[in-house]
């Protein structure tokens, strides 16, 4: 497995803030699950903001720092699945991309090169999102860096994870999980990362909601949508 090319902690800080994600220590399998309340779990009184909760998480070679976050979208599973599972999406979900490519699928995992970060200072890395459709209209994208690449990170992961709830939305709980490694960057960034990678899940809504609002219109036109 390759390691991770040597980077200043502000570069490292830059690109986290910019809102980095996603990674496994190994490029084949994906992370485990993480432990969340469950959709009745969720107080009824879900409404325009998100309910957001920090958490950390400690392993034997791992300090984790992230969250997980729950938005009700005005559509349907399918329809928020089959917008946040195109690649393009993340132009919009993910803030300051720079650079974005769909290089190939392995083992029905799509593989996605980005590059984001500023005109100053950037980052390139490769993510595997994992797509599956569950039982009872649940879905889930998972996501994680391919670590065989350069990455700033020791490590990260997360997904969206969309299920039904209520007449014609959608609840999509957006969990992440990042190290950043030890030192400077870990002090001082930690706390301004986590808020950046926390508003992932409001970008997602409102990508998904102005897409569905641009395609309204005939009811025909609501089948148009379909997933890369």
């Known amino acids: 497995m390759r390691e991770p090319q040597h980077r200043s902690a502000c570069t490292v800080a ?52 992230g969250g997980t976050a729950y938005v009700l979208v005005n559509a349907l599973p399918d329809e928020a699945l089959a917008l946040l599972d195109q690649t393009d999406s993340f132009w919009h979900v993910l803030p300051r991309v720079l650079d974005l490519k769909l290089i190939g699928y392995e083992g029905g995992d799509k593989l996605v090169e980005l590059e984001q970060g500023t005109s100053i200072v950037s980052g390139r890395y490769t993510v595997r999102i994992r797509t599956e459709r569950l039982a009872g209209g649940k879905s889930s994208i998972r996501f994680w860096l391919d670590k065989r690449r350069p990455h700033a990170l020791d490590d990260a992961y997360g997904s969206f994870d969309m299920e039904p709830y209520g007449q014609g939305k959608t609840l999509v709980t957006w969990k992440i999980r990042i190290d950043l490694g030890s030192g400077f960057a870990r002090w001082f960034f930690e706390e301004r990362i986590r808020r950046a990678a926390l508003t992932t899940p409001m970008r997602a809504r409102s990508y998904v909601e102005e897409r569905l609002d641009a395609l309204r219109g005939p009811a025909a036109v609501r089948q148009s949508i379909r997933a890369p």
């Open 14 to 65: 830059l690109l986290i803030a910019a809102a980095l994600s996603g990674c496994a220590s190994a490029p084949s399998a994906p992370p485990r699950a993480v432990a969340v309340p469950v959709a009745q779990q969720v107080p009824m009184q879900l409404g325009d903001a998100p309910l957001i909760y920090h958490e950390d998480e400690q392993t034997a070679t791992n300090r984790y720092v």
